[in-house]
């Protein structure tokens, strides 16, 4: 547990509330141990994950614990040990994921530790189960295909009678020019 001074400094309570505001934007955030990899790398990733709403931000861990707490947040605590950076998933947080991921099979030196989704807190094996999981605008991809295929099949029916039709009188057409 942390030890509670007596009087807090003003930069510390400055850099809390930084976080909180930062964390009140959304309730989608995956926990990384970040240790090992190089600044370029990181720059590689936070471009990658930029371009999906998302910010991988290197956290103090009692700051993130504290701003958390005064979120009301689920105790993430046990994510907030060591070298820990936070990714904040403003949108689609399984993309976000996916990025996380692939970028930690590509650099074994990132480690997803797990990950807060609204009020759940997955583990490890969670994140990469949630990652595989079809993204929002693939989901409504499928959905509007869906609600589309009897309006789509209406559509082919319609205009197969009229092509019967056609045919038909066509094959009239030729019988009568035969014979």
């Known amino acids: 547990m942390a030890i509670v001074a007596k009087k807090i400094q003003d930069v510390k309570v400055t850099s ?3 976080l909180k505001e930062v964390f009140g934007k959304t309730k989608d955030f995956i926990f990384a ?4 990899l190089t600044v370029e790398q990181i720059t590689i990733l936070r471009k990658q994950l930029r371009a999906k709403e ?3 931000k290197v956290v103090k861990n009692n700051f993130a614990r504290l ?3 005064q979120l009301s947040a689920p105790d993430v605590a046990a994510y907030l ?3 820990t950076a936070v990714t904040i998933a403003l949108k689609d947080p399984n993309e976000v994921a996916k990025i996380l991921l692939d970028f930690a099979r590509e650099t074994p030196a990132l480690h997803v530790k797990g990950g807060l989704m609204g009020d759940t807190i997955y583990d490890a094996r969670q994140i990469e189960a949630f990652s595989k999981l079809p993204g929002r605008l693939e989901l409504i991809a499928m959905l509007m295909s869906v609600m589309n295929a009897p309006a789509r099949n209406l559509a082919a029916a319609l205009n197969d009678i009229n092509a019967r039709l056609v045919r038909t009188i066509k094959a009239v057409g030729d019988q009568k020019a035969a014979g």
């Open 81 to 83: 040990t060591g070298p």
């Open 67 to 69: 701003a958390f707490e």
């Open 33 to 36: 141990d970040y240790r090992g």
């Open 16 to 18: 809390i509330n930084e």
């Open 54 to 56: 998302a910010h991988f």
